[in-house]
């Protein structure tokens, strides 16, 4: 390539990229709720209680509705919350589909279509920690079980929500549950720390692979956030049984913002990366943990 060419792309290049912006604008314009006949529709998964109910109810908040899935176990928790979810006014099911189990997250996403028309949020929100352990005592089982669940889980959420976001051609959002787990080590959680590196990382390939269809992929990187998660992380029993440090105080004494944030927190910034007006903002593990992880 010539310093000229490199200076000057030709029109043809110019033309190429004002359509492919244009088609990108008309997209995201048939993306907003208001004046559209389109509602726009998510899935949440891990939304029986925590961080996923508190998104599930933002989403419907700003107009969606929404698809709330957890274990079978959860079922009471996910009905109530679809009560909620039709008091603001908005469609929802509840789903008992396990994140871990490919043939269930095809059949989550083909139940929402049926059931609520099309797909263009995915939240691969479920997570589980597996408990504190060393990796001088750490079990492969119990690190393949998070892995299972964390990683498993989110690569089958992204692959299915991306088939039908494709499938149906009009964009979508993806998102993931990173964690500041995922960007830096804590003693006595390998595995949950691997598994949210590996979330980050599969955004990273998604975001690539899904931009040309519009689909912008990014993921939330919580600090430590109110729930029953970070509480069984922040007693002395749990720190004495599993013979760890109490992970969730230990990391609060070095958080900027010395304070522990609710869901709803999270479900803020879910609201934004789930929107029309994120955009052109892909590929991203937005960390919401106070300071914590400045880089
Ligand atoms: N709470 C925090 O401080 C914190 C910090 C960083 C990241 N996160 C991440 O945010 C997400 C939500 O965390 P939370 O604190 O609300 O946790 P939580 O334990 O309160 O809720 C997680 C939900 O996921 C569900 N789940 C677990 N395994 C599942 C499976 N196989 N299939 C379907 N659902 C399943 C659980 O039943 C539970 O309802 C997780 O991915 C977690 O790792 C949480």
């Known amino acids: 390539m010539t310093a000229e060419s490199e200076s000057a ?14 088609c990108s604008h008309i997209i995201i314009l048939n993306m907003s709720t208001s ?5 726009r529709v998510a899935i949440v998964t891990g939304a029986a209680q925590g961080i996923g109910r508190a998104i599930a109810l933002r989403l419907a908040a700003d107009g969606l509705d929404v698809a709330v899935d957890d274990l079978p176990s959860k079922l009471p928790l996910l009905e109530a919350l679809v009560a909620d979810i039709e008091k603001l006014g908005r469609k929802a099911v509840a789903l008992t589909y396990n994140v871990t189990k490919e043939n269930e997250m095809e059949a989550m996403v083909a139940k929402t279509v049926s059931d609520l028309g099309r797909l263009d949020v995915m939240v691969a929100n479920a997570g589980i920690t597996g408990g504190s352990r060393s990796i001088m005592e750490a079990d492969v089982d119990g690190f393949e ?3 299972a669940v964390n990683v498993r889980g989110t690569l089958l959420c992204y692959k299915y929500a991306a088939r039908q976001m494709v499938k149906q051609g009009t964009g979508g959002r993806i998102i993931g549950a990173s964690s500041i787990a995922g960007k830096q080590g804590f003693a006595n959680l390998g595995a949950y720390c691997a598994s949210k590196a590996v979330v980050r990382s599969l955004t990273h390939t998604a975001a690539l ?12 990187a919580p600090g430590i956030i109110e729930t029953s998660m970070s509480k069984f992380h922040s007693t002395r029993e749990n720190d004495v049984a599993l013979g760890g440090p109490c992970t969730a105080v230990k990391v609060l004494m070095n958080v900027p913002h010395a304070k522990v944030a ?34």
């Open 145 to 147: 079980s998070v892995a």
């Open 262 to 295: 609710q869901p709803e927190d999270v479900a803020n910034l879910v609201s934004y990366l789930a929107s029309p007006e994120s955009h052109f903002m892909t590929g991203q593990t937005v960390s919401i943990d106070g300071g914590l992880n400045i880089s």
């Open 209 to 220: 692979e899904l931009a040309a269809h519009n689909i912008t992929v990014n993921a939330y």
């Open 9 to 22: 792309p030709d029109k043809e290049h110019h033309v190429g990229l004002l359509l492919r912006y244009r």
């Open 35 to 39: 004046g559209s006949p389109t509602t």
